[in-house]
């Protein structure tokens, strides 16, 4: 089993940053392509980032292109989303997830969450205007 906690959520107003982090623990034998999506109350949950289980492809939804970094520090076992300048319409609960080990790295199923076998309880960001 592969546990996923994320922490990092809060309030921020519009133009600022925050930074999520997701650790990482359980079959840490395995290093895992990780994704982070979010979810508003009554929506679908939607692809926010991706990154291969060695952080060389990375993919974003076009929302976030040039506002958010997503990385990783494999020897702290965590996943980051760095998030700047913004908007309210970030505001949501951030999760992040891993990758089934089996399923290849590609646009089609990094942005799938139904790709993803392991996902985090979630960190609410809100976004203050």
């Known amino acids: 089993q592969v546990q996923l906690v994320e922490s990092g959520g809060g309030l921020v107003q519009a133009g600022g940053s925050l930074r999520l982090s997701c650790a990482v623990s359980?079959?840490?034998?395995?290093?895992?392509?990780m994704g982070w999506f979010r979810q508003a109350p009554g929506k679908e949950r939607e692809f926010v980032a991706a990154?291969?289980?060695?952080?060389?492809?990375?993919y974003y939804a076009d929302f976030v292109k040039g506002r958010f970094t997503v990385s990783r520090d494999d020897a702290k076992n965590t996943v980051f989303l760095q998030m700047n300048s913004m908007r309210p319409e970030d505001a949501d609960v951030y999760y992040c997830?891993?990758?089934?080990?089996?399923?290849?790295?590609?646009?089609?199923?990094?942005?799938?969450?139904?790709?993803?076998?392991?996902w985090g309880q979630g960190t609410q960001v809100t976004v203050s205007s």
């Open positions: 359980g079959r840490t034998g395995i290093t895992y392509a």
């Open positions: 990154l291969s289980w060695n952080g060389g492809d990375i």
């Open positions: 997830a891993a990758l089934g080990p089996a399923v290849p790295f590609a646009l089609a199923t990094a942005t799938d969450q139904y790709e993803y076998n392991y």
